[in-house]
T-cell receptor, first 115, second 113 residues
Framework: AQSVTQLGSHVSVSEGALVLLRCNYSSSVPPYLFWYVQYPNQGLQLLLKYTSAATLVKGINGFEAEFKKSETSFHLTKPSAHMSDAAEYFCAVSDRGGANSKLTFGKGITLSVRP | DAGITQSPRHKVTETGTPVTLRCHQTENHRYMYWYRQDPGHGLRLIHYSYGVKDTDKGEVSDGYSVSRSKTEDFLLTLESATSSQTSVYFC????????????FGEGSWLTVV
């Protein structure tokens, strides 16, 4: 069985500050890892995904995440927060990277950005 | 935009009534999924489909059934709605054509009173 832990439910940063959203996973097989973002009243949008290639993955909107097997982590970062980054962020894990993946999600983290 | 349309987008229904949510896609994606989103739980998989008339249960399938008679449509049915099924329901698709990436629809807000 696979699982994802996103510690804390809410993170608040100032505009221009570093964004760090934590994700730890549990998987009995090499994992495929994903970060999705959800803006209010919308569906989920893929930010980035790790599929066993480079451990540092760059995504959209200036976000990136680093896969660390020894720490079973896949934390999401952005050097400088923008007001438009305020949203809910979900980390997800799958046991396969193909089209028939079934994702297991974390509980999500709400990011607030202060002016 | 992966060509996913969910309907209805918002619905209020009474306990014990049947409800069907529809997911329609226009890009011939093979795999389709239904997830529900609840505060503190993230998204959880209800049912998924590998193709026409080929479906299977997910993590939280009790109280739900699905059907896929055409590639483009994946229906989620609550046979007798309960208040615990008040949630936001998301349809998702994936295929080689989507780069093996799962894309989500805009969601259907269901309230059971």
């Amino acid at each position: 069985a696979q699982s994802v832990t996103q510690l804390g439910s809410h993170v608040s940063v100032s505009e221009g500050a570093l964004v760090l959203l934590r994700c730890n996973y549990s998987s009995s097989v090499p994992p495929y890892l994903f970060w999705y973002v959800q803006y209010p009243n919308q569906g989920l949008q893929l930010l980035l995904k790790y599929t066993s290639a480079a451990t540092l993955v760059k995504g959209i909107n200036g976000f990136e995440a680093e896969f660390k097997k020894s720490e079973t982590s896949f934390h999401l970062t952005k050097p400088s927060a923008h007001m438009s980054d305020a949203a809910e962020y979900f980390c997800a894990v799958s046991d396969r990277g193909g089209a028939n993946s079934k994702l297991t999600f974390g509980k999500g983290i709400t990011l607030s950005v202060r002016p | 935009d992966a060509g996913i349309t969910q309907s209805p987008r918002h619905k209020v229904t009474e306990t014990g009534t049947p409800v069907t949510l529809r997911c329609h896609q226009t890009e011939n994606h093979r795999y389709m999924y239904w997830y529900r989103q609840d505060p503190g739980h993230g998204l959880r998989l209800i049912h998924y489909s590998y193709g026409v008339k080929d479906t299977d249960k997910g993590e939280v399938s009790d109280g739900y059934s699905v059907s896929r008679s055409k590639t483009e449509d994946f229906l989620l049915t609550l046979e007798s709605a309960t208040s615990s099924q008040t949630s936001v329901y998301f349809c998702a698709i994936s295929s080689q054509g989507s780069g093996n990436t799962i894309y989500f629809g805009e969601g259907s807000w269901l309230t059971v009173v």
